[in-house]
């Protein structure tokens, strides 16, 4: 059986006593920060990766604040495709939006998901996929909305691998995307261009 | 694809003369270059973190079987079929054995250095499957019948021009007058015909950049997105990836990936990193039915218990490649396999053998620069010169240059009648040269003469410069 040919090679390619486990070390200090300081940190360099960054002050303004930004953007905003209950609840179909619900749809324009978390190293983004938000939705539609808890903005991703341990135990949901922008390429010519193939703007609302 | 590493010299020798791949090679790798080094700057931690990057590979290979052991486990209770192949025809066998019980037509595939590396694409066509690669660089060079011939950017030795000829050809179905001379309508171009592809695909393969034995994930890092539609949309997965890619824990693939993308193309982080785990779950409503992994040897075992183990630390990042003076020359093709570069110049003679493969560890300098800025450490000079040593005891020579080399070293190794020699050339070639102080041609080195001159020696050799200095004697 070529499993055990190749475990039986590699074990001869290393002979005993073998070294000890390596211990993984904290993340860098410099990429730390928490807080309010990991807020700022988040918008920053979410923003250096072209990411527009919303401030809603309550989940209640959200559906305002969703059609504010895009009419800001020249962005239509008509139907929305997302399946997160929290989100559902809140009146976004009074603010003459349509809602669809269930996983992203080929045709879809708009979603919107919620994070797990976001990590303000980078200016990214973590989300689970499940019933509620499908991971389809972060790549088919041009354009992706995304919301976070102010609460959820942590330093760094040692940290958000903490919080999904302690979320998930040991069994993690199919799909953790971790979203640092919005889809690009350099394949031409080698210059960039956003929306290869997944959504060309990437719009995140931190409530 | 089938290697073309013995026809080195020639294909390097047409690569620079070809003045359409040089203004091509002209705009590029300095731009990522240039990005890496903002990136490097803006970490202070980043030499402590390739130090940090290269104890965890070294590691994970000390104990890489009892990894793997973990990593197949967890990766089996989240619900994936882990498959093992020891060469590069069981690893297509198995893939296709898998495409086929799934009646599969058609696949789509993000990009993956190790299916070039099996020839998948041909090997599945072959028996009737459709393959279509879905990053935009392997689409492109999918199309032209090309190897990628950068593992980072597949596309890098084509301009937008060649880009704009290439879908004019293909996409025979769109209209004949269509603008199409900008980036970003060639882009939009390309999704639209790729978004029916990965609608329509039953089967969706990517690589992995790393196995997490913690988790029984597969990472996979893009800016583009299409690996993530590649393992979201069709019915079923299949991951494809070599035994060196299995990493312990998230917070040690979190290193890795940290000096991934600064050493790839500056940035701090790709746009996608998804952590895929086994099939969709039951109250899911996207993703695969059915997730498998394949897990291929083909040589790595070998590497691993050779001199050549270091380079099995090597994560892709393609910055050996972008440094290289050679490669910035030549470009990628003119290596004849699916790894170009300094890390091409080892691992390719490596799995490939060094007979087909003596002229590529020639294809570097020396200078260093490879080495100084790959994120794992790789010794890649030293591993290069190991492969000549091997070639040279091995290789095929002629009869004058054996002889050459028995005088050569029948002079280096005594130092008496090293110096006696030496003297007496130098002196000629001093008198020789003396009107002009220049050679600018001489019955050796024609092509290097050809632009620029040799200084003639001005008629002592350098020992007897510093005997002389250290004597007094002025000069
Ligand atoms: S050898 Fe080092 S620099 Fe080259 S691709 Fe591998 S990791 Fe990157």
Redesign the pocket.
């Known amino acids: 059986m070529s499993r055990n040919a190749i475990l039986a090679r590699i074990r001869v390619a290393n002979p005993a006593p073998q070294s000890p486990p390596h211990e993984a070390k904290p993340a860098p200090a410099s990429l730390a920060s928490a807080g309010a300081d990991a807020v700022l940190r988040f918008r920053t360099a979410a923003e250096a990766k072209g990411v527009i960054v919303v401030d809603v002050d309550q989940p209640a303004n959200l559906p305002l604040a969703v059609v504010r930004t895009l009419s800001a953007a020249n962005i239509p905003v008509d139907t929305i495709r997302l399946n997160d209950p929290a989100l559902l609840a809140l009146p976004l179909s009074d603010a003459n939006v349509t809602l669809t619900r269930g996983a992203a749809e080929p045709h879809d324009r708009l979603s919107l998901s919620r994070a797990v978390a976001a990590v303000a190293e980078t200016g990214s983004l973590l989300l689970a996929s499940g019933p509620d938000n499908p991971s389809s939705l972060a790549f088919l539609p041009e354009t992706h909305l995304v919301t976070v808890q102010r609460s959820t903005i942590i330093g760094t991703f040692e940290e958000a691998f903490a919080l999904l341990r302690t979320r998930y135990g040991n069994s993690l949901p199919r799909t953790i995307n971790i979203i640092s922008g919005a889809s690009r390429t350099g394949d031409i010519g080698g210059r960039i261009v956003q929306g290869a193939h997944g959504p060309r703007q990437l719009f995140v609302f931190i409530i | 694809m089938k290697p073309d590493t013995a026809q080195f010299r020639e294909n390097a020798a047409a690569a620079i003369a070809d003045p359409r791949l040089q203004s091509a090679l002209a705009k590029l790798p300095g731009g990522l270059v240039a990005q890496r080094r903002a990136a490097v700057t803006a970490l202070p931690e980043f030499e402590a973190l390739r130090d940090e990057a290269r104890a965890i590979r070294d590691a994970t290979l000390a104990n890489l079987a009892t990894h793997l052991e973990a990593f197949e486990a967890k990766a089996t209770a989240m619900g994936s079929h882990v498959h093992w192949a020891t060469d590069a025809d069981e690893a297509r066998q198995t893939i296709s054995n898998i495409c086929n019980t799934a009646n599969a037509r058609l696949v789509i595939k993000g990009k993956s250095m190790v299916t070039e590396e099996i020839g998948l694409n041909a090997y599945l066509q072959n028996s009737g499957i459709e393959v279509v690669e879905s990053d935009l660089g392997e689409y492109i060079i999918q199309k032209r019948g090309e190897a990628p011939s950068h593992?980072i950017a597949p596309a890098i030795h084509l301009t937008e021009a060649d880009v704009e000829a290439d879908f004019r050809s293909y996409h025979t179905h769109l209209d004949r007058d269509r603008e199409l001379g900008t980036p970003e309508r060639l882009v939009a171009e390309a999704r639209a015909v790729l978004r029916e592809k990965f609608l329509n695909a039953d089967v969706g393969i990517t690589g992995a950049n790393f196995l997490i034995s913690e988790t029984g994930s597969s990472i996979i890092v893009t800016n583009e997105g299409n690996g993530d539609l590649t393992q979201i949309l069709p019915r079923i997965h299949i991951v494809v990836a070599t035994i060196d890619k299995v990493v312990p824990t998230l917070d040690e693939a979190m290193t890795l990936l940290r000096v991934?993308a600064r050493?790839?193309t500056g940035q701090d982080m790709t746009a996608y990193t998804t952590l895929a785990t086994g099939p969709r779950r039951a109250d899911d409503l996207d993703g695969p039915t059915k997730c498998h992994i394949v897990l291929i040897d083909n040589g790595r075992t070998e590497m691993l218990a050779s001199d050549m183990r270091e380079?099995l630390?090597?994560?892709?990042?393609?910055?050996?490649?972008n440094h290289c003076p050679v490669y910035n020359a030549i470009g990628g093709h003119a290596y004849g396999w699916v790894y170009p570069?300094?890390?091409g110049a080892?691992l390719t003679p490596a799995l490939l053998g060094i007979t087909e493969t003596r002229h590529l560890p020639n294809a570097s300098t020396f200078c260093g620069a490879?080495?100084s800025?790959?994120?794992?450490?790789?010794p890649?000079v030293s591993l290069m010169r190991t492969w000549r040593e091997r070639a040279h005891n091995q290789g095929p020579r002629t009869r004058g240059a054996r002889i050459l080399a028995k005088l050569w070293s029948a002079a280096a190794t005594r130092p008496a009648l090293y110096h006696l020699l030496a003297r007496f050339a130098v002196a000629i070639a001093g008198a020789l040269g003396r009107a002009k102080g220049r050679f600018r041609r001489l019955p050796i080195a024609r092509g290097w003469l050809k632009h620029r001159d040799l200084p003639a020696p001005q008629g002592r050799t350098f020992q007897q410069l510093w005997k002389e200095a250290e004597r007094g004697v002025p000069r």
Do not use: F, N, Q, T
Not at chain 2, 313 to 321: H, L, S
Not at chain 2, 373 to 378: A, E, Q
């Open positions: 593992i991934l050493s790839a380079a630390r090597c994560i892709r990042c393609g910055a050996c490649m570069g300094p890390i080892v490879c080495e800025v790959c994120p794992v450490k790789i890649l």
